[in-house]
């Protein structure tokens, strides 16, 4: 990493490693995602050999990948423009061109896939609805079952752990589950198990009202219990589904807490469980034949992936505020995979609780700059989703702008999850509103204990975090002096016929029916009802291939803003929700940094910042996706 660099920058270069997956029946072949090159790609490694390899060289990049049973092949979902849909492919381990997965398979939008012995099992979804697509001994591909309704495979919502590794088809690979939202309701997905063969549906499971996700089935052929999180107590909780006798016997836990379970030791004797408390995580081993629980020791942070390998170790990947995330085996010192070349320190992540207007406690953190005296100004970082949490975690975006002066802020409003389904659900029908009192509420909060300079506060966020920065400048004018939108929701009814099918299938739960049929909480609670309120300089950016917030609704919206001469920024890049590629990410802050020096009173300008008016920012590395550009800019004078 070269020194000149600021520190900020040296962050968002240092590469990241993600969390490997193993071949079942050659797990000394492992492949994870890293950014060495750059971009995202998948990287193979053979722990016997130490050889190792860079396996994708996508010009979009990806951030996920399987490997075939027997490790011999590599497989991801092409995506060439960056909406996310594209087609399934796989190359060898050892290295050679991708061709297609197998025969049959359509193009479309990756709802999950499962790699097994004989069975090949993906869900993909297009413009006209879901398909459950199964592939047996190299066979082509045969719908096995079809919905206009949401469908994902078993383990597709699984947040850390093996996901439909472990949660799509029994060891035998005779039965398959998927979640589904035949009841028009993805929010609350049933479970259906379907008979691989037939298609026939073998059982039914559904808690109406309430959330039912796959986590993993028995790994012992025949045995036909699949263990599945609940929310029957108020919060994601583990049970096992015995498919004999229909019965749902709850895991008994000592606290009412967001837990999954990340994996089944390969004999069946336990459950390796995370607990989510307060925005960190925790690991436990559940012993189901004595009923244990025992924590399994690890630093503080937050997980992005926990499994038991076959010989029963636990790798798990650890990160936190100060240190992006590294992959360790449980009771072991010396960390399994580390990225190369180091990175420079972050700071830390401080809890953060206060009562909103409801009197409920909303939970987030701060970090505090460095050598700057209080009050301090602040930035609000608005987290996307609106079904995500702000953990404890490695973020160079919110470092740089601690690094330019900035109190920054992350909490987890209503909405969010890991504090209960009620907490989650208080947006379906009743969207924007609760979260923009949440984000006042911490306001006043930061303001009233000393912490915060109500003249420089600054509120930003990407996708739903986007939307509520719009929603607030325009509710709320007079309480952030600018504001940074990252592929927003600016124009929501607009936006729906755009959306990818899954997207549209989640508004629909979330809003209780299309855009369309809801017209008055459109008129409510979408940002472009109050964009002549507006008065903050923004500046907004988007991607030209986002399936997840469309780029022509957010162009709606900044036609308005230039239409009365409001002072914006308008940053263009050819990708999709986000960019895989490091230069890219670098630019979309720098430009982000340059807007905050320039309309933020008393901040720092920091060193790399900014990118000329025709979007250039450096070399571009060979083979790059278009760079990121400034496509529309009406002038913002400067605070300084």
């Known amino acids: 990493m070269p020194d000149h660099l600021p520190l900020w920058e040296q962050r968002f270069r240092a590469p990241i490693v993600g969390f490997p997956t193993w071949a079942p029946g050659a797990p000394n072949r492992i492949l994870y995602t890293s950014s060495e090159s750059g971009v995202y790609q998948l990287h193979a490694r053979d722990l016997a050999t130490g ?304 009562s909103n207007p409801k009197g409920q406690t909303v939970h987030g953190w701060r970090i505090e700059p460095e050598g700057m005296p209080k009050p301090w100004p602040t930035l609000f970082l608005i987290h996307g989703g609106p079904t995500s949490i702000d953990l404890d975690r490695w973020t160079p975006e919110a470092q740089a702008y601690v690094d330019a002066g900035f109190q920054v802020v992350m909490l987890n409003y209503r909405g969010s999850i890991g504090f209960g389904a009620a907490w989650r659900d208080e947006l379906i029908g009743n969207i924007g509103w609760p979260e923009v009192e949440d984000i006042l509420a911490g306001l006043d909060d930061l303001v009233g204990t000393g912490l915060t300079d109500p003249a420089r506060a600054v509120i930003a966020g990407w996708s739903w975090g986007g939307y509520l920065t719009l929603l607030m400048h325009g ?78 609704q957010v162009l709606i919206y900044t036609d308005r803003l230039k239409e009365r001469g409001h002072p914006h920024e308008v940053y263009l890049f050819s990708t999709g929700h986000s960019s895989f590629e490091i230069d890219e990410r670098t630019r979309q802050v720098g430009v982000i940094l340059d807007f905050l020096a320039r309309t933020g009173p008393g901040v720092r300008r920091l060193p790399g910042g900014g990118a000329d008016r025709d979007g250039s920012l450096g070399q571009l590395r060979a083979g790059a996706t278009a760079a990121g550009r400034m496509v529309e800019a009406v002038m913002i004078p400067s605070t300084k």
């Not at 025969?103 to 069975?119: C, H, M, T, V, Y």
């Not at 929701?489 to 899954?502: F, K, Q, T």
Request: glycine letters at 12%; charged letters at 25%.
């Open 51 to 354: 050889e190792a390899r860079q396996i994708t060289h996508e010009p979009v990049g990806l951030i996920s990948g399987d490997l075939s049973h027997d490790g011999e092949w590599v497989v991801w979902h092409r995506d060439l423009t960056g909406d996310e849909s594209g087609t399934f492919v796989t190359a060898p381990f050892t290295g050679g061109d991708a061709e297609p997965l197998v025969e049959g398979l359509p193009n479309g939008w990756d709802q999950g896939l499962a790699l097994e012995r004989r069975r090949i099992v993906a869900v993909v979804a297009d413009r006209n609805g879901f398909g459950v697509y199964v592939s047996t001994d190299g066979r082509p591909a045969r719908r096995l079952a079809w919905s206009r309704e949401s469908i994902t495979l078993g383990g597709a919502n699984v947040m850390v752990g093996a996901g439909t590794a472990a949660g799509a088809l029994a060891a035998d690979e005779s039965l398959l589950c998927i979640e589904h939202a035949e009841h028009g309701d993805l929010i609350h997905p049933a479970l259906r198990i379907l008979d691989t063969e037939t298609g026939e549906v073998v059982a039914d499971l559904r808690d109406e009202g309430k959330a039912l996700n796959a986590f993993a089935w028995s790994p012992i052929p025949g045995d036909r219990r699949l263990v599945i999180g609940h929310e029957r107590r108020g919060e994601k909780a583990p049970a096992i589904w015995n498919l004999e006798t229909g019965e749902v016997a709850d895991i008994p836990l000592p606290w009412d807490r967001l837990t999954e379970v990340a994996d089944v030791w390969p004999d069946g004797s336990a459950l390796l469980l995370v607990e989510t408390r307060l925005g960190r995580h925790h690991l436990h081993r559940y012993d189901l034949g004595r009923g244990e629980l025992r924590e399994l020791p690890i630093s503080q942070g937050s997980l992005t992936g926990a499994r038991v390998r076959p010989d029963g170790e636990v790798w798990y990947r650890l990160q936190r505020g100060e240190h992006p995330g590294i992959v360790y085996a449980a009771g072991r010192d010396e960390p399994i995979l580390v990225p190369p070349g180091g990175s420079p320190a972050g700071r830390p992540f401080i809890p953060w609780s206060y």
């Open 475 to 552: 509710m709320h004018p007079d309480r952030f002096v600018a504001g940074v939108a990252g592929v927003p929701v600016g124009d929501y009814a607009a936006g729906y016929e755009d959306l990818s099918p899954l997207l549209q299938a989640y508004d629909r739960a979330l809003l209780g029916g299309a855009p369309s049929e809801v017209p008055e909480l459109m008129a409510e609670r979408s940002p472009i009802s109050y964009v002549d309120r507006v008065s903050a300089p923004l500046l907004i950016l988007a991607g030209e291939n986002d399936s997840r917030c469309p780029i022509r």
